[in-house]
T-cell receptor, first 113, second 114 residues
């Protein structure tokens, strides 16, 4: 069985500060890992994904994440937060491309000026 | 990129009525579609997996007779909430994938049962 744990249901940063959203996973098979962003009353937008290969994955809007197998982690980072980054972020895991996703509980990112 | 639409985007209905939600892949043929449910301030929970031309596979705890899923074509899946009750009020999101590639999410349908 697979599971995802997102540490910190709410993260607050100042504009221009580093963003770090934590995600740990559990999987009995090599995982596919994803980060999605959700704005209020909207669907999900894929930020980035890891399948195989390079463990540092770059996504849209300046976000990146690093797959660390030894730590079973897939933390999301952005060097400099922008007001428009304020949203709900979900980490997810699956057993393969196109299979059902198991989501973490989400982290709300707030950005203050 | 691939586009998935949902209709309606929001719906209000009376308790006891049935509501149909459509999920369409607009520019690709979706071999598999997934239905998720999201309660306020919570994560998405998988309800069922739907493969074109076959019966949906429901997750444990999801009533298949209450949440009817039909995937009659490669571009359309429907979720019907039968005899809806206030506790069925939620945000329903579908996703679609083609040939086990990336999953694309629809914008969601907000259901409010009075």
């Amino acid at each position: 069985a697979q599971s995802v744990t997102q540490l910190g249901s709410h993260v607050s940063v100042s504009e221009g500060a580093l963003v770090l959203l934590r995600c740990n996973y559990s999987s009995s098979v090599p995982p596919y890992l994803f980060w999605y962003v959700q704005y209020p009353n909207q669907g999900l937008q894929l930020l980035l994904k890891y399948t195989t290969g390079a463990t540092l994955v770059k996504g849209i809007n300046g976000f990146e994440a690093e797959f660390k197998k030894s730590e079973t982690s897939f933390h999301l980072t952005k060097p400099s937060a922008h007001m428009s980054d304020a949203a709900e972020y979900f980490c997810a895991v699956s057993e393969g491309a196109g299979t059902a996703l198991i989501f973490g509980k989400g982290t709300t990112l707030s950005v203050s000026s | 990129g691939a586009v998935v639409s949902q209709h309606p985007s929001w719906v209000i209905c009376k308790s006891g009525t049935s509501v149909k939600i459509e999920c369409r892949s607009l520019d690709f043929q979706a071999t598999t579609m997934f239905w998720y449910r999201q309660f306020p301030k919570q994560s998405l929970m998988l309800m069922a997996t739907s493969n074109e031309g076959s019966k949906a596979t429901y997750e444990q705890g999801v009533e298949k007779d209450k949440f009817l899923i039909n995937h009659a074509s490669l571009t359309l899946s429907t979720l019907t909430v039968t005899s809806a009750h206030p506790e069925d009020s939620s945000f329903y999101i579908c996703s679609a994938t083609r040939n086990k590639e990336t999953q694309y999410f629809g914008p969601g349908t907000r259901l409010l049962v009075l």
